[in-house]
T-cell receptor, first 114, second 114 residues
Framework: AQKITQTQPGMFVQEKEAVTLDCTYD???????LFWYKQPSSGEMIFLIY????DEQNATEGRYSLNFQKARKSANLVISASQLGDSAMYFC???????????WGAGTKLIIKP | DGGITQSPKYLFRKEGQNVTLSCEQN?????MYWYRQDPGQGLRLIYY???????QKGDIAEGYSVSREKKESFPLTVTSAQKNPTAFYLC?????????????FGPGTRLTVT
């Protein structure tokens, strides 16, 4: 069975600071991909970044980067220079390469303070 | 503009009634998905379809039904057999981008059953 764990229900961060959102995954499958999505208060899910388990380098996408530690089965999202518009729910999701199904964590609510 | 539309944004029904949530995409994506989101939780997969006239059950398909008669459309019916239908429902479609299957989400429908 697969499981995605996000241990931080909520976080407050000062504007312009960097923030790390934690995600650990539990699967016996060697070929596994990790996704991060942002959900603003409007409800729509917005894709942020992806990390494949065989990718040797950490994924980056603008201000978003993934701190991927395969041995620890963690895929933490790092947001640099946080902005007020970053306030939202953030979800980590994982999927075996052989399967269409995404397994989702419970999410972290991030609030950026001015 | 290409995208996924879900209507209505808010839906109210009396207990015992079936209700159909619409999902339309003009992205020419083959695969489509229905998720349910409850407060404080991640998404759970209800049904998915990889191709027209074919669909598979997700983790929580009981009390729901779908059809996929057209590539663009994947409506979800919440039947009276669903014990706790009040939730936020998200539809998604997917395509391969640089070897990664990226899911795009609609704005969601918030269903309240009383």
């Amino acid at each position: 069975a697969q499981k995605i764990t996000q241990t931080q229900p909520g976080m407050f961060v000062q504007e312009k600071e960097a923030v790390t959102l934690d995600c650990t995954y539990d699967t016996s499958d060697q070929s596994y991909g990790l996704f991060w999505y942002k959900q603003p208060s409007s409800g729509e899910m917005i894709f942020l970044i992806y990390q494949g388990s065989y990718d040797e380098q950490n994924a980056t996408e603008g201000r978003y980067s993934l701190n991927f530690q395969k041995a620890r089965k963690s895929a933490n999202l790092v947001i640099s220079a946080s902005q007020l518009g970053d306030s939202a729910m953030y979800f980590c999701a994982g999927r075996m390469d052989s399967n269409y199904q995404l397994i989702w964590g419970a999410g972290t609510k991030l609030i950026i303070k001015p | 503009d290409g995208g996924i539309t879900q209507s209505p944004k808010y839906l109210f029904r009396k207990e015992g009634q079936n209700v159909t949530l619409s999902c339309e995409q003009n992205l020419n994506h083959d695969a489509m998905y229905w998720y349910r989101q409850d407060p404080g939780q991640g998404l759970r997969l209800i049904y998915y379809s990889q191709i027209v006239n074919d669909f598979q059950k997700g983790d929580i398909a009981e009390g729901y039904s779908v059809s996929r008669e057209k590539k663009e459309s994947f409506p979800l019916t919440v039947t009276s057999a669903q014990k706790n239908p009040t939730a936020f429902y998200l539809c998604a479609s997917s395509m391969m981008v640089a070897g990664v299957e990226e899911q795009y989400f609609g704005p969601g429908t918030r269903l309240t059953v009383t």
